[in-house]
C-alpha cells in the first residue's frame, strides 16, 4: 500500500481522538492530534498572561514557542519547550481559549507550517477541524466524523466526569458554544472537504468507524 496522508476533521466530541489512534495503529501510521496543538498554544497564552485578541503579543508567543508531539512510553505527550504539558491542557478554561485563539490568523500560521512539516513522510493520521479542507487539500483520504450535540456531550462528560466538575448540561453548553466559534470563523472554519467521506457517528460503536474508515482507505490505495 502507498504511503498515505489521512484527515479526520469534525467537531468535539465525534469521537475522532478514539478512532484516529486506532486507525494509525491499524495501518502502522502516526496520529497527529492537532487540538492539542492548539491547547498548547493557549496554555502558554495564558502562562504569559495574554489575552486572544492581543495579536501582537500573540506574534511574539508564537515567534518564541516550540511545541511538539512526542512518542515515548506514556504514549503521545505534548511538550513546550520540552516540558510535559499533556496533563494541563484538557481543562475548560484551556478548552475555550484554544477555540479562541484558533480564530487568531497568526496561531493558525504558525500551526500551519509545523502541520505541514509534520505530513512531510506520510503515513500519517491527522485529526482536527481544517486537515481535509486547509492544512491537507491534497490529502489521500479525508474524513468528517460528526454526531449529534447531545451525543458528543454525553460522551464528553463521561470521558471527564472524574477529572472535570462540570454537570452534563454545562458540558453541552460549552461544546455548543465552541462549536459555533470553530465554524463561524473567518478563517479555516470547521466544515467538511468537498471530496470529504461524511460518517455520523451517533449510532455506530467506535469499531463500525474504524471498519468503516479502514474499507475506505483500501479503496483508495
Ligand atoms: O480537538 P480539540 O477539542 O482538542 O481542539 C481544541 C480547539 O482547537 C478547537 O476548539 C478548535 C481548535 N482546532 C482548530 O481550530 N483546528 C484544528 N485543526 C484543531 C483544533
Not at 103 to 121: D, F, H, I, N, S
Amino acid at each position: 500500500m502507498k504511503p498515505l496522508v489521512i484527515t479526520i476533521d469534525g467537531p468535539a466530541g465525534a469521537g475522532k481522538t478514539t478512532v484516529s489512534r486506532i486507525l494509525a495503529d491499524r495501518l502502522g501510521y502516526k496520529y497527529v492530534d492537532t487540538g492539542a496543538l492548539y491547547r498548547g498554544v493557549a496554555f502558554e497564552l495564558q502562562a504569559r498572561g495574554l489575552s486572544p485578541e492581543d495579536d501582537k503579543g500573540l506574534e511574539n508567543l508564537c515567534a518564541d514557542l516550540d511545541i511538539k508531539l512526542v512518542r515515548n512510553d506514556k504514549g503521545v505527550c505534548l511538550l513546550s519547550a520540552d516540558r510535559d504539558i499533556t496533563g494541563q491542557v484538557r481543562t475548560p478554561e484551556i478548552t475555550m481559549l484554544a477555540s479562541a485563539v484558533s480564530a487568531r490568523p497568526v496561531v493558525r500560521a504558525y500551526l500551519l507550517t509545523l502541520q505541514r512539516k509534520m505530513g512531510r513522510e506520510k503515513k500519517v493520521v491527522f485529526e482536527g477541524r481544517d486537515m481535509g479542507t486547509v492544512v491537507f487539500p491534497n490529502a489521500d483520504v479525508k474524513f468528517f466524523l460528526d454526531a449529534s450535540l447531545k451525543k458528543r456531550a454525553f460522551r464528553r462528560y463521561l470521558e471527564f466526569a472524574s477529572k472535570v466538575s462540570q454537570t452534563l448540561e454545562e458540558v453541552e453548553n460549552d461544546m455548543k458554544r465552541r462549536d459555533e466559534n470553530d465554524a463561524s470563523r473567518a478563517i479555516a472554519p470547521l466544515k467538511p472537504a468537498k471530496d470529504a467521506i461524511i460518517m455520523d457517528s451517533t449510532e455506530m460503536t467506535v469499531e463500525n468507524v474504524v471498519e468503516r474508515m479502514l474499507s475506505c482507505v483500501e479503496n483508495v490505495s
